[in-house]
């Protein structure tokens, strides 16, 4: 298994790993989603860390640095749509995404990362307090728009 950052030729494989995420379906390969693919890959503080066997993506997340004027300019990260093939769960390797990204996080002076989750499950709230994450330093709220 590789755990590295996300190639331009991994669309394909990350579209069918985020049908596992909220049973998202493929969507249609368009104008639109290249060009979104297109920002993602040129943007330099958007970061997709993938875990990959067999050529196969198995598990992702993003890493977004957000420049940031408060706390002496130090950037901030945040990191969302962490996912895990089913029969890969429980074997460390959501974790190792997670550290991944942590080291781009430090690499780029970042002073915190923040995550969300929308699971109430013990389990998932476990996983991320054992990847070093907790849940008392702040609260989230969402407006969806």
């Not at 029969?87 to 969300?116: E, P, V």
Request: aromatic residues 8%; proline residues 3%; hydrophobic residues 40%.
């Amino acid at each position: 298994m590789i755990i590295r950052e996300i190639s331009d030729k991994d669309l394909h494989g990350l579209l069918a790993l985020y049908t596992h995420l909220h049973a998202n379906p493929i969507p249609e390969e368009n104008d639109t989603l290249l060009t979104i693919w297109t920002d993602i890959l040129t943007d330099r503080n958007h970061h997709i860390i993938v875990a990959v066997e067999d050529n196969t993506i198995i598990s992702s997340c993003v890493l977004i640095i957000v420049p940031n004027l408060t706390h002496n300019q130090e950037p901030y990260a945040l990191i969302e749509n962490v996912v895990t093939l089913s029969h890969f769960r429980k074997q460390g390797i959501a974790t190792a995404c997670l550290d991944f990204g942590k080291q781009i996080a430090f690499q780029h002076g970042c002073y915190k990362i923040m995550l969300m989750t929308g699971s109430k499950s013990d389990s998932i709230l476990n996983f991320y307090r054992r990847a070093g994450y907790n849940s008392n330093d702040k609260t989230a709220f969402i407006q969806w728009l």
